[in-house]
């Protein structure tokens, strides 16, 4: 295998830092400028399921989903990594473009699990890979390496409202279609 996946692992006084300048950006940039593709929008079922997570979430955080305001600062905890003491950024040269992105979707699965495994909870964000210049320039990533996206771990805050959201499963018959 040929293991595109150049990680970056970022704590301590450089977390700080980054979750200051990714803010800065958010701020000033306003529209993302991913590295990848983000731009399709999601459709019919998926769009009901992106629905369906977000009020998980809103209800568990208590937040009425017209409340605009309320929604933008909550998206703004995803550029505070959501309180955790480290983030991974997943990255990959960008040439490689979705053929690379499947072998970090893989990685990246399998790098929760193990954590899990050890105790250590970790959130998925694609919001991470919207706003990649602050990361670059902050850890010397060469033009030719794009940010996918990235993943805040940590020791899970049990009782954090945020947490209290549970998602909704499709059943194994929505899911997989079995031939003989
Ligand atoms: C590829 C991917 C990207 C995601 N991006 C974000 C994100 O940017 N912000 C966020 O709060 N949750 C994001 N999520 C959702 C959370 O990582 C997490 O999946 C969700 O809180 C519910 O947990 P579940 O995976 O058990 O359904 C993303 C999930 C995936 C798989």
């Known amino acids: 295998m040929f293991q595109p ?13 980054l979750n200051q300048s990714l803010i800065n950006e958010v701020h000033q940039r306003q529209i993302p400028n991913p590295d990848f593709d983000w731009t399709p929008k999601y459709q019919g079922i998926h769009r009901e399921r992106q629905f369906g997570a977000a009020d998980a979430l809103y ?42 992105a499947v072998d970090i979707g893989i990685y990246a699965q399998t790098l929760s699990l193990l954590l899990k495994e050890s105790g250590v909870d970790s959130c998925m964000q694609g919001a991470l890979g919207q706003f990649p210049d602050p990361i670059k320039k902050q850890f010397d990533l060469t033009p030719d390496i794009g940010v ?10 049990l009782h954090a409202a945020a947490n209290q959201a549970r998602t909704k499963r499709e059943t194994l018959d929505i899911s997989v279609k079995f031939f003989e």
């Open 5 to 17: 996946w150049q990680s970056v692992v970022i704590s301590g006084k450089a977390l700080k830092s």
């Open 59 to 100: 209800s568990a955080l208590s937040m009425n989903r017209n409340d605009k305001q309320a929604r933008q600062r909550a998206m703004l905890n995803n550029w505070s990594f959501f309180g955790a003491p480290h983030v991974v950024f997943f990255t990959l040269p960008i040439y490689l473009g979705i053929m690379g």
């Open 148 to 157: 996918l996206f990235g993943m805040s771990f940590g020791y899970a805050d």
